[in-house]
Nanobody
Framework: VQLQASGGGSVQAGGSLRLSCAPS????????LGWFRQAPGKEREFVAS????????FYADSVKGRFTISRDNTKNTVHLQMNSLKPEDTAVYYC????????????????????WGQGTQVTVSS
């Protein structure tokens, strides 16, 4: 398994969840780690990402101000703190990492990322 995601679950609107992602040795050269999500019947969409070593963060407009992505360089893990969750945040969330040769592709595009986790379900009820 290249990326191991955890932390999904079910919450009511307004609640919080924290997702975690543990990259593997194969992703040790990745510059960007992040999250995408896909809701039933919808296209996969970018959520957030963080770069290494600068720690610069990027967010989709729909989650800006509610979600926070962080990187623990000592443990090489990435976390997504999701607050003020809404029913429209319901989706399967995928941890992603890029690879050499893709660094010129914009960060918010899925084709930048060669490594994808197995997905973790987040369900927000109204």
């Amino acid at each position: 398994v290249q990326l191991q995601a955890s932390g999904g679950g079910s919450v009511q609107a307004g609640g919080s969840l924290r997702l975690s992602c543990a990259p593997s040795e194969r992703t040790s050269s990745s510059v960007v780690l992040g999250w995408f999500r896909q809701a039933p019947g919808k296209e996969r969409e970018f959520v957030a990402s963080v770069t290494r070593p600068s720690g610069r963060t990027f967010y989709a407009d729909s989650v800006k101000g509610r979600f926070t992505i962080s990187r623990d360089n000592t443990k090489n893990t990435v976390h997504l703190q999701m607050n003020s969750l809404k029913p429209e945040d319901t989706a399967v969330y995928y941890c992603v990492a890029d690879s050499e040769g893709k660094f010129t592709i914009p960060i918010k595009m899925a084709k930048r990322y060669d490594y994808w986790g197995q997905g973790t379900q987040v369900t927000v009820s109204s």
